[in-house]
């Protein structure tokens, strides 16, 4: 306690602490760059500027160059568009439909709540790469194909968690009188549910967004994710596995970018603001 | 040093989520002599238990003891080092809580727990900690006290528990013990047994005792003298009889005066109220698989008939699991009744509340007992009681703003609370919010489940005569539900005594001192009173409580 009692402070009545702003500022910067890549880029992805393979930092290859040649700092730079992009996009779709599905199974019960939670249940004995490893190879690699597949592979697991805490809201008596007035369940959920789980529900996205982003990356490495000359970060750290001997920073670079990622995230939410409950202050 | 307890000018601060400073305990002085006991009383958030925590130096999370003396046995508490006073808590001072249900550890056996403080501080061996632990249960008049230690926590009833939450705190012989309203939890019927235990234990142990509470007639029967607190300060202190018959303070006589609630008057409009509201015929609902007779494997409610005519109030009172909570639930269709028919306003209504029509649902409305639980934590206040206006009413948004305020009115809650969320609000603000949204829709009648249990006596009351008026003024009728017979007797035109899922007797609050069903004799006679000699001039019938009472 000591030392959150020291790095506290607040603003617009929410109390947050350092760690968690510089945690969102690294997350904005990714963001800010993952939508402007295409503009800051010094060099082309494509385009070899080195005359040698995996050159170290200097002026004009701020980030060194990767096995071809070609400009580090530009494909990381690129690489937070695919990694940013597919994984947002990926756990929004997982986590709205996990979600929904949840507190739909919750509030309505009996046998469809069963049905849908074995559905799921077999959804989720199946391990992840393999199932992205089968899709990949019937369907081809294409950015669609990662997001449906990657946000499939994570529907299962919001489920689950969103009905749990909506189980447990389901038997409040607010939840009864609600019934008693004659509610619809479209109501049930959004108005009387939803607001009670919002926290731990934003919690769980970033968490799941991690896990896609490291998913994501993983199958990258393993050649199933985006096609060159497309990469992603998981597919600069795989493409450039041949220079770890060299100590080469297009190995590291892109593990680092993974690396701020997913470890803002995790402190941010660790680290949300909370609301000051007393109002007389 | 002449007494064994004695607080001088304890001050003890909080800080909010805010960093702001609020004082909870503001210079309170109180002395406890051996042997004596002194009952702390007050509404909720006087203070009253963090007193009682503090005379074994603990303040609770965020809290913290910020100036004046705790002398215990000749040690201040407060200046003594975290080690020292692990050392004398369980022995020189113990602690009997709240809930013994949440404080016993449901993973091991009664002895083992019991035993516990002995093994800690090395007191005695186990084997003679469990003849003492037997004795304790025997003086505590508990059922089989050889056999029970070896049960567990869920193994024994309520108010079992209580008192071998007692033991646990006796068997280190204290010298102070501290109970936390020990018996709030409990029915009137039990209470009086954990009551008689409690009081012969202490006796003849000679062990001082504080006893918290916010019920005067229990303090009444147990304390030799009474510390009343609002606050954070000490308002009046006296012994009880003093303070039962000559009480200086407002804020006490205010609190005799909740106790004793002024009778109903005469029914105004006993012959309009002819036609019947609601009547529920040979109503059966029970939890279980269902039998081949349709009928549930456990019935909670066993053919039940009642009546509620217009414009008065049929209170249903038992004690907790005589099944009244589950005849409420059946009534508003929340729990489906097996067999029997509900009636209201002369038209048959579906058992299921999924079935039957917005304006049947809209007439009978239900307000439960938590009210922490009854509203939607994230929603402000103005969003709760303007929803059924909008759901039955379809009111605009500046019409449902307008009538919002009109219903804070009628609550008597400020308008400025409609901002706020439930968590902001006090225990009796939260209940009325409750009942304002119920009156948003328009009801003829409202079925309160034990609104009041929740509440401290002069709240409860409060909230009691609002609802005396709103009926005076809107004509609604009432079911209440209640295990206080106070509270009942405040409201209600008729009484219905239920036990064991079965309606016993129906009665009039006039015939109430003379109850014929044996039950209702036994459940009459266990109301405390305000009397201090009560308890020990109590006779019941032991046949009657070997029938009824729960051992």
């Keep these: ?281 | 040093m002449t007494n064994l307890v004695e607080v001088r000018n304890l001050r003890i601060e909080a800080t909010t989520d805010a960093g702001r400073v609020v004082e909870i305990i503001k210079g309170v002085s109180l002395d406890i002599a051996d042997g004596e006991i002194v009952a702390l009383i007050g509404e909720s958030g006087s203070g009253k238990t963090t007193i009682a925590l503090s005379l074994m130096g603990y303040a609770r999370p965020g809290c913290r003891i910020t100036g004046g003396e705790i002398n215990v046995n000749g040690k201040n508490m407060a200046a003594l080092s975290e080690k020292q006073r692990a050392k004398l808590r369980g022995t020189d001072i113990a602690y009997v809580p709240q809930s013994a249900a949440a404080s016993f550890n449901p993973s091991s056996t009664i002895m083992e727990q019991v035993i516990e403080v002995t093994r800690i501080h090395g007191l005695m061996p186990p084997e003679q900690a469990r003849q003492r632990a037997v004795e304790l249960f025997r003086a505590l008049s508990l059922p089989d006290p050889e056999g029970i230690g070896a049960r567990y926590p869920h193994q024994v009833s309520g108010g079992q528990l209580q008192r071998l939450a007692a033991a646990m705190a006796l068997i280190g012989d204290p010298k102070l013990m501290i109970f936390d309203e020990p018996t709030t939890a409990l029915d009137v019927t039990t209470q009086i047994d954990v009551l008689k235990a409690f009081k012969s234990v202490m006796r003849a142990g000679g062990i001082a005792g504080v006893y918290v509470s916010h019920d005067l007639a229990v303090v009444a029967q147990i304390a030799d003298r009474i510390v009343v607190l609002k606050g954070g300060e000490v308002q009046e202190t006296g012994t009880t009889a003093a303070i039962l018959s000559a009480a200086q303070h407002p804020y006490t006589r205010e609190l005799l005066a909740a106790f004793e609630p002024k009778p109903r008057q005469a029914q105004a409009d006993a012959d309009a109220g002819a036609k019947p509201l609601l009547r529920i015929d040979n109503v059966t609902a029970g939890y279980g698989s269902v039998r081949a007779d349709g009928l549930p494997l456990i019935r909670a409610v066993d053919s039940v008939s009642l009546i509620v005519e217009k414009g008065r109030n049929l209170g249903i009172i038992g004690e907790s699991g005589c099944g009244k909570s589950t005849l409420a639930r059946v009534i508003a269709g929340i729990h489906p009744a097996a067999a029997g028919d509900i009636i209201f306003d002369g038209k048959e209504l579906e058992r299921a509340a999924g079935k039957r029509s917005r304006d049947q649902l809209r007439e009978m409305q239900i307000v439960f007992q938590y009210a922490d639980t009854a509203l939607n934590p994230a929603k402000p206040i103005e969003d709760i009681i303007s929803r059924p206006l909008a759901f039955y009413h379809r009111l605009d948004r500046q019409a449902r703003s307008k009538r919002v305020d009109e219903l804070l009115d009628v609550v008597r809650l400020p308008r400025g609370l409609r901002y706020r969320h439930p968590s902001e609000l006090s225990g009796g603000q939260k209940q009325r919010v409750n009942f304002a949204r119920a009156l948003a829709a328009d009801p003829k009648l409202i079925i309160c489940d034990e609104i009041t249990s929740a509440l401290d006596t002069v709240v409860a009351a409060a909230v009691i005569e609002l609802l005396k008026e709103l009926q005076r003024e809107l004509g609604l009728s009432y079911i209440f539900i209640s295990h206080d017979l106070s509270v009942v007797e405040a409201i209600c035109d008729e009484i219905m005594v239920m036990y064991n899922g079965q309606r016993v007797e129906q009665i009039t609050p006039d015939k109430l001192q003379a109850p014929t069903h044996p039950y209702s004799k036994l459940l009459f006679s266990s109301v405390p009173k305000l009397d201090p000699t009560w308890l020990d001039g109590l006779v019941r019938d032991p046949e009657l409580v070997s029938q009824y009472g729960h051992r």
């Design chain 1, 1 to 281: 306690m000591a030392r959150a009692g020291a790095s506290r402070r607040s603003f617009l009545g929410h109390n947050y602490n350092l760690v968690g702003v510089v945690a969102s500022l690294v997350i904005l910067a990714w963001t800010l760059i993952a939508i402007f890549a295409p503009t800051i880029i010094p060099h082309s992805i494509g385009d070899i500027v080195d005359d040698d393979y995996f050159g170290p930092m200097r002026q004009g290859l701020w980030l060194g160059s990767d096995y071809l040649g070609r400009d580090m700092l530009s494909r990381v730079l690129m690489g937070a568009r695919y990694t940013v992009g597919i994984s947002l996009a990926a756990v929004c779709i997982a986590c709205f439909s996990g979600v929904m599905l949840g507190m739909f199974a919750a509030v309505t019960g009996g046998w469809l709540d069963s049905c849908l939670s074995r559905f799921l249940d077999a959804m989720n004995s199946i391990p992840s790469k393999l199932f992205g490893l089968v899709v990949v190879a019937a369907v081809g690699s294409s950015i669609p194909a990662l997001i449906l597949t990657l946000a499939v592979i994570y529907i299962p697991g919001a489920y689950r968690f969103a009905r749990a805490l909506a189980v447990n809201i389901n038997t409040m008596d607010f939840i009864t009188v609600a019934r008693v007035r004659g509610e619809s369940t479209a109501y049930l959920i959004g108005s009387e549910i939803l607001p009670n789980i919002m926290r731990p529900v934003l919690a769980d996205f970033g968490l799941r967004f991690v896990f896609i982003v490291l998913l994501l990356s993983g199958l990258s490495f393993l050649g199933l994710g985006l096609q060159p000359p497309l990469a992603d970060w998981g597919a600069l750290v795989r493409e450039n596995i041949g220079g770890l001997p060299f100590a080469a920073p297009a190995v590291i670079i892109p593990s680092l970018a993974i690396a701020s990622l997913t470890i803002s995230v995790n402190l941010l939410i660790d680290n949300l603001p909370r609301k000051i409950r007393d109002r007389d202050a």
